[in-house]
């Protein structure tokens, strides 16, 4: 191949590496905000719609991983007309060459970084989002341990959230000293619009969960493929992405529609 070709082709993959990526890191901003017990929380917003009443969803990562899970996903939830926000639980570490900030300080202060212990730290994202970033409704998101405590917060304090998105829940915490129905107790109180999925394996996890929650505004997505574990299953990398994110903007448009969607005339009958 011509030199010149071989420059053009390398060109094609440096656009492809870091230009996907640009829009990101101008979209976020990093705030901190103090978890229950006062220790930091670093958090990435994703919030280019200036209207305050814009839907917000609060969006927390899965074991060993930071608020760096959300590069991808919260740009696309952007365009679909949606504020974010992404936080480090204490319970992580990194991922997407994002290091979990939270957890960092958790460990220098000598604070517990269980699971369990990072409860307090959804319970305070929340808190804050809805005093200083979302007048309209609120979402909580989880991915994988995080996923099933959206569904017991919420659960147990309705007014945290208007909505639960729960990307592989399960009963995680009787190594911790709850009870093997510790979730599935609490999704019995749930009264808001909540949607669950998962890896294709990890129905039986979260199937006695998804059946205590109370009929009505209730969903889930379970992909014919393998699929993938956590909100991870919606990075483009895994070809079965797509079916993914079509569930989600079919929940996201049914029950908290943004003023793009309202304005769509395909959404009209």
Same mark, same amino acid.
């Given at each position: 191949m011509p030199y010149s070709h071989l420059r053009a082709a390398f060109a094609v993959l440096i656009l492809a590496a870091f230009?996907?990526?640009?829009?990101?890191?101008?979209?976020?901003?990093?705030?901190?905000?103090?978890? &229950?017990?006062?220790?930091?929380?670093?958090a990435d917003l994703y919030a280019p719609?200036?209207?305050?009443?814009?839907?917000?969803?609060?969006?927390?990562?899965?074991?060993?991983?930071?608020?760096?899970?959300?590069?991808?996903?919260?740009p696309k939830l952007n365009k679909l007309g949606y504020n974010c926000l992404a936080i480090d639980q204490r319970s992580g570490g990194t991922i997407n060459g994002v290091a979990n900030e939270t957890m960092a300080r958790a460990k220098k202060a000598g604070k517990g970084m269980t699971?369990?212990?990072?409860?307090?730290?959804?319970?305070?994202?929340?808190?804050?989002?809805?005093?200083?970033?979302?007048?309209?409704?609120?979402?909580?998101w989880g991915s994988s341990y995080s996923s099933a405590l959206v569904l017991h917060v919420v659960g147990e304090k309705?007014?945290?959230?208007?909505?639960?998105?729960?990307?592989?829940?399960?009963?995680?915490?009787?190594?911790?000293?709850?009870?093997?129905?510790?979730?599935?107790?609490?999704a019995k109180k749930l009264k808001h619009p909540t949607f669950i999925t998962s890896a294709k394996r990890e129905h039986r996890s979260w199937?006695?969960?998804?059946?205590?929650?109370?009929?009505?505004?209730?969903?889930?997505?379970?992909?014919?493929?393998?699929?993938?574990?956590g909100s991870r299953a919606l990075w483009e990398q895994f070809p079965d992405h797509e079916g993914y994110w079509k569930a989600v903007r079919a929940f996201l448009a049914e029950h908290?529609?943004?003023?793009?969607?309202?304005?769509?005339?395909? &959404?009209k009958k």
């Open positions: 230009g996907a990526a640009a829009p990101t890191e101008k979209a976020l901003r990093k705030v901190d905000f103090p978890s &229950k017990d006062k220790l930091k929380i670093t719609h200036k209207d305050k009443k814009t839907p917000f969803l609060v969006l927390f990562h899965q074991a060993g991983w930071s608020r760096g899970e959300y590069r991808e996903i919260a699971y369990l212990d990072a409860r307090q730290d959804l319970v305070a994202a929340l808190e804050y989002a809805r005093k200083n970033h979302a007048k309209g409704k609120l979402v909580a309705k007014k945290l959230a208007d909505g639960v998105m729960s990307f592989a829940p399960g009963e995680y915490f009787a190594r911790f000293g709850k009870s093997k129905t510790w979730i599935r107790d609490a199937k006695a969960i998804y059946d205590a929650i109370p009929k009505g505004k209730k969903a889930f997505y379970l992909p014919e493929t393998k699929g993938n574990h908290f529609p943004t003023k793009k969607a309202k304005k769509d005339p395909k &959404k």
